[in-house]
Nanobody
Framework: QVQLKESGGETVQAGGSLRLSCAAS???????MAWFRQVLGQEREGIAV???????RYASTVKGRFTISQDNAKNTLYLQINTLKPEDTARYYC????????????????????WGQGTQVTVSS
């Protein structure tokens, strides 16, 4: 059972950049790792995943400004967000599941069994 802890969220101005981190208690390469975000009152939205084979996939709604990456030596997952917009304001969550690489896709909340507590990103205009 992996434990996840996000960090790096803060209040930034529109146009800025941010890198979120997710520290895992287990080897990342054993899991399908993902980033989600959730605006209060809305469903949790999948952003990107990286499979145990290192293949990255992105939701079509965020492709281009978001980059998922990982440091296996540190068991840490990252999400780089560039050109931040006010609509990026949300709580960002790291998730993991023991899904095989072939089945590691940007899915929904129910597709992932392990979650962090989230980190808040607020973008001011």
């Amino acid at each position: 059972q992996v434990q996840l802890k996000e960090s790096g969220g803060e209040t930034v101005q529109a146009g800025g950049s941010l890198r979120l981190s997710c520290a895992a208690s287990d080897t990342l390469s054993k899991y399908c790792m993902a980033w989600f975000r959730q605006v209060l009152g809305q469903e949790r939205e999948g952003i990107a995943v990286v499979g145990s084979d290192g293949v990255r996939r992105y939701a079509s709604t965020v492709k281009g400004r978001f980059t998922i990456s990982q440091d296996n030596a540190k068991n840490t997952l990252y999400l780089q967000i560039n050109t931040l917009k006010p609509e990026d304001t949300a709580r960002y969550y790291c998730a993991a599941d023991e899904t095989t690489a072939d089945d590691c896709y940007v899915g929904t909340y129910g597709d992932f069994g392990y979650w962090g507590q989230g980190t808040q990103v607020t973008v001011s205009s």
